[in-house]
């Protein structure tokens, strides 16, 4: 059974506008992440991996370590985006060295827009 935590908190990212969307995490636990993303423009398929992929910092030990996008896989536009808000859910598939796996899934009012495999690399 794992430990949900409701709490929301806003994600530490280096990122700064326009290109920061993720903007605070909603749900988060050992291996799950749900976290709000916010485009000033309807986002495009590789705004919503961008999001997710800033979503995989919901999963920061806190030691200030970098992570940088490096492979994409299965990414898929399921629905062309009408909003300014979605729901990204990230979770964590595995690690190997300092690649670690993740796949996520976008969705607005419940509805999958966006979804695939990344990999993030830390330095």
């Given at each position: 059974?794992?430990?949900?935590?409701?709490?929301?908190?806003?994600?530490?990212?280096?990122?700064?506008?326009?290109?920061?969307?993720?903007?605070?995490?909603?749900?988060?636990?050992?291996?799950?992440?749900?976290?709000?993303?916010?485009?000033?423009?309807?986002?495009?398929?590789?705004?919503?991996?961008?999001?997710?992929?800033?979503?995989?910092?919901?999963?920061?030990?806190?030691?200030?370590?970098?992570?940088?996008?490096?492979?994409?896989k299965?990414?898929?536009?399921?629905?062309?985006?009408?909003?300014?808000?979605y729901?990204?859910?990230?979770?964590?598939?595995?690690?190997?060295?300092?690649?670690?796996?993740?796949?996520?899934?976008?969705?607005?009012?419940?509805?999958?827009?966006?979804?695939?495999?990344?990999?993030i690399?830390?330095?």
């Amino acid at each position: 059974m794992h430990n949900r935590s409701r709490a929301v908190k806003e994600l530490n990212l280096p990122h700064q506008a326009p290109v920061r969307f993720a903007k605070y995490i909603i749900s988060k636990d050992e291996t799950s992440a749900l976290v709000r993303a916010e485009f000033e423009s309807l986002p495009t398929l590789s705004m919503l991996v961008e999001a997710a992929a800033q979503s995989s910092a919901a999963f920061s030990d806190g030691e200030g370590k970098m992570g940088f996008l490096v492979t994409l896989k299965n990414v898929k536009l399921i629905k062309k985006a009408e909003s300014l808000e979605y729901d990204i859910r990230v979770t964590y598939q595995h690690a190997l060295d300092a690649l670690t796996y993740f796949s996520f899934e976008a969705s607005h009012s419940k509805k999958l827009i966006a979804s695939g495999v990344f990999v993030i690399a830390l330095q």
